[in-house]
Nanobody
Framework: QVRLVESGGGLVQAGDSLRLSCAASGRTFRRDFTAWFRRAPGKERDFVAA????????YYADSVKGRFTISRDNAKNIVFLQMNSLKPEDTAAYFC???????????????????WGQGTQVTVSA
């Protein structure tokens, strides 16, 4: 079992920055990807960013590319999402997710991930 706890959400103005954290505990050694997804009101849970636990390669949704940065601190089992130049359309609940190893499913697919955090709310005012 892996437990994920997100933190760092809040209410900010357009153009501001936030850094989200995802702390993992439990059986974390078999992970391949850790990702962030978000769910805006009335919408699906969409892929935001992912990082490979083995290669450190990073991947982003087009909507956040150039503004968001995903990174990891393996020693502390924490994955971060630095969000800059926030826009009102970034308003959503943000969820951290991790898999249990290699999978044929893409890093951007929700079904790849077995473990999810409880989410942290990000609200960006205009």
């Amino acid at each position: 079992q892996v437990r994920l706890v997100e933190s760092g959400g809040g209410l900010v103005q357009a153009g501001d920055s936030l850094r989200l954290s995802c702390a993992a505990s439990g059986r974390t050694f078999r992970r391949d990807f850790t990702a962030w997804f978000r769910r805006a009101p009335g919408k699906e849970r969409d892929f935001v960013a992912a990082v490979s636990q083995t290669t450190n390669n990073t991947y982003y949704a087009d909507s956040v590319k150039g503004r968001f940065t995903i990174s990891r601190d393996n020693a502390k089992n924490i994955v971060f999402l630095q969000m800059n130049s926030l826009k009102p359309e970034d308003t959503a609940a943000y969820f951290c997710a991790t898999d249990v190893g290699r999978s044929f499913r893409s890093y951007s697919e929700r079904s790849r991930y077995s473990y999810w955090g409880q989410g942290t709310q990000v609200t960006v005012s205009a």
